[in-house]
C-alpha cells in the first residue's frame, strides 16, 4: 500500500463511495467546513484541542476545485509532522494547490494526498489501465469522481507514466508535468509562448481542437539531443470550458518512422484546415 493510500484509509475510516464523500469523512473526523470571504487564501485550515477547521474561499466557481481544495487541507490534517505543536493552522493558496512539483514538500504532499483521496489508486487505475489518455476518458473520468479536468489529467500521468501533460494559458505554457518515464527534457519554460507548430497554439488561435494524437515536429516541445530521428513526438490537445486554457497529452512513439511508411501521407487526416507542419 502506498503511503499516501495508507493516510487515506486513516482518515476515511471506511468510507468508501464514489465520488467521495468529503462531507462524511469530515463528519467521522470532527472537521468542521465553512466557506468565507477571504482574500488571503483559497483554502484554510485551523485545529484546537480536538476540533479541526477546514474554510474555503466563497469565490472558488467549481465545486470541484472545492472538492480539492478540502482534500488538500485534510491531507495536511493527516499527514504526519504537517500539524506539529508549534504549527497548528495552514493557509493555502492557489499556487499551493497547483503545486505537484517532484521536490518535496508539505504542499505537494497535501496534493498528492489529495489526489489518492478522490481518485484512489486501486479503482482509477482500473478505470485507466485498458485505455490511451483522451478528451473522452478524462470526462468520464472527471465526472465519475466528481473532480476538476485538469486534477484528473494530472492523476491520469501518475498511471500513464510515458505521457507529458502541457497546460497552456493564452497562449503561454502555464505549468507541465511529465510522467516519471517521460523519456525527453520539454524545450518548454512557464510563462513561454507556444510554439506556433503545436495543436496548442493552434487552439488559442482557431478554436479547434486536436483531440487525437498527432504527429509535430520535435522542436515544438521537445529540446533534447538524445531524441532518435526514427521517432515521432505525438501531440492531443482540448480546451477547457470557462478558461482560456488547453491541456495537451504528449507521446513518443520510438517506431514510428522504422514501420509505417505510409506516416507521411497519413499525416493530418480528419484535420482540414489545419496548417502542414512539415
Ligand atoms: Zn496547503
Known sequence: MSFYRAYVQRLSKGIHTIPVDLEAIAAANNIFLKEDDSEGYSGMLLVVNDMALISLKSSIRESTRKRFTIAHEMGHFT???????????????DGDLNNFGRNKNKESEANLFAAELLMPDDLFRKKVMLSDPSKELAYSLAKEFDTSLTATCIRLINFKADYALICSENSRVKWFYKGEQFPYYLGTDIGSPLHPSSYASVLFKTGRTAEEFYDVPTETWIDDHRFKKSASLLEMTFGLPGYNQALSFLYVDNNSNEDDEDDEDGYGVGLTGYPSFR
Request: hydrophobic share 20%; aromatic share 6%; net charge neutral.
Open 79 to 93: 499527514l504526519p509532522d504537517h500539524l506539529t505543536k508549534d504549527k497548528n493552522s495552514f493557509q493555502c493558496s
